[in-house]
């Protein structure tokens, strides 16, 4: 969550060897709502049978785009599911500085989920192991479950950081890893999608409208769509000023994830240089 999916699910879908479904966030393999509904709009594929039907068995790797599949404890026994249907599936999964992260969550929830608290109320005293501020951004305790089931060259940790700074480079290890022409490029590699500065205040209609994951819509090209939608929501919204992150309240953050990211760094030989962690 908020480490960039909608950007590589964009990149990915301009590879000819991969397929990916337009409709970002399927969920199949992260259950029923339960106790933590999806977000407002979303519709989630919730048998085999229509999850197959997202997919064209002629494309030489197909894939989909799900941060909730990385919301441990919140959502549990995803990669076992995941492993009983597909055992050979390659798994890239995003992050970004977990104080970042946590904070973009907030921003988001402000944005288009009515959160009217400021940042230091939502997040309370840490207590909720469940809480979609916190669980996602510990990318230890997230990536633990998954081992406990695939082996980790099936797994590709991405540092959001090298996405944006070094795109080409980190989209050509994405693609060697997936077994696609690594090669490949695209001028529309230099866009990046749903960033912090796209972050305003909408109405609930609009609100809505944002969450919608399947629509008519969907079926125009991206590019129409993207300015259309844009379009509609500055009309309707304002500009949403950053949340004020004070430096006790950033400290109390970054020893909340202190463990969890240095077991990150054990688990994948990388330095996450620019994290404030």
Not at 3 to 31: A, D, M, W
Request: aromatic fraction near 10%; charged fraction near 25%; include cysteine.
């Amino acid at each position: 969550m908020k480490c960039g999916t909608t950007s590589l699910h964009h990149y990915l879908r301009l590879h000819p060897e991969i397929q990916i479904p337009p409709v970002k966030e399927p969920n199949f393999f992260s259950g029923p709502p339960g106790e933590f509904p999806y977000p407002p709009g979303s519709k989630r594929v919730d048998s085999l049978e229509r999850y197959e039907e997202m997919f064209d068995p002629a494309s030489p790797l197909r894939g989909e785009a799900s941060p909730n599949y990385a919301l441990y404890p919140q959502r549990t026994g995803v990669p076992k599911k995941i492993k009983e249907v597909a055992p050979e599936a390659k798994l890239v999964y995003l992050v970004r500085d977990p104080v970042q992260r946590t904070v973009s969550q907030y921003q988001l929830h402000v944005s288009t989920r009515g959160e009217k608290r400021s940042l230091r109320d939502a997040l309370g005293d840490f207590s909720d192991a469940t809480s979609t501020y916190t669980c996602p951004s510990f990318y230890a305790m997230q990536l633990g479950q998954y081992l406990e089931h695939f082996p980790q060259d099936q797994i590709l940790v991405v540092d959001q950081a090298d996405l944006r700074r070094d795109r080409l480079a980190t989209l050509k290890q994405i693609f060697a890893f997936l077994g696609a022409d690594e090669s490949f490029s695209s001028p529309e590699f230099s866009e990046e999608m749903n960033t912090a500065s796209e972050h305003r205040s909408y109405s609930k209609v609009v609100a809505l409208t944002a969450w919608a994951r399947t629509t008519p819509l969907q079926k125009l090209p991206r590019r129409l769509r993207v300015f259309m939608r844009r379009t509609a929501m500055r009309a309707t919204s304002k500009p949403l000023e950053p949340p004020q992150l004070e430096d006790d309240l950033r400290e109390r953050l970054q020893e909340l994830y202190a463990d969890d990211v240095e077991r990150l760094r054990q688990l994948t030989g990388k330095k996450f240089p620019s994290w404030s962690v």
